[in-house]
């Protein structure tokens, strides 16, 4: 009489385990990577609200603001704890919610630039032609920050 065998054997199963360990070993923290940086995207998207008021200060010719006068500071979402700006239009967002130990608290920048170069309060008159996302003083790790958004 002939026994036919029906279902999987241990080693099958045990093998199928170690493939699904090894998948989300990897997919988890490119996961949470990507989360992180979606998060991200919308501090981003609030220091761009920034960008057209500060040019049409610097196109103006008028005197450079004091720090945090420019008009679009101070704006907090659930990702943005807040915006801040220098004398020189640098707009900055302090973090919050995005991820306690590694994001949280620290700061993302938008540079505005002439020329290629950082724009600064003796520029008044001339046209932003450019902005620098995630510049100096930037401390949001790169990896976290979106791929617009990594010092360019």
């Not at 065998?5 to 070993?25: K, N, P, Q, Y």
């Not at 609030?46 to 010719?61: D, K, N, P």
């Not at 973090?95 to 306690?100: D, G, K, L, P, R």
């Not at 008159?125 to 958004?149: A, D, E, H, R």
């Amino acid at each position: 009489m002939k026994h036919l065998s029906s279902g999987f054997t241990l080693l099958e199963l045990m093998i199928v385990v170690a493939i699904i360990g090894i998948l989300t070993a990897v997919a988890v923290p490119a996961y949470q990577d990507y989360a992180v940086r979606t998060k991200m995207s919308e501090a981003i998207l609030a220091l761009a609200g920034c960008r057209t008021t500060i040019t049409e200060v610097y196109l103006s010719g008028a005197t450079a603001p004091a720090p945090n006068e420019w008009g679009c500071e101070g704006n907090s979402t659930k990702f943005v704890a807040s915006i801040t700006t220098d004398g020189n239009g640098v707009v900055t967002a302090t973090m919050q919610n995005v991820m306690a130990v590694r994001v949280d608290g620290r700061v993302v920048t938008f540079i505005p630039t002439i020329s290629g170069t950082p724009a600064t309060a003796a520029d008044m008159g001339k046209t932003i032609n450019g902005w620098i996302c995630g510049g100096n003083g930037t401390t949001v790790p790169p990896n976290f920050l979106p791929g617009s958004c990594r010092g360019l």
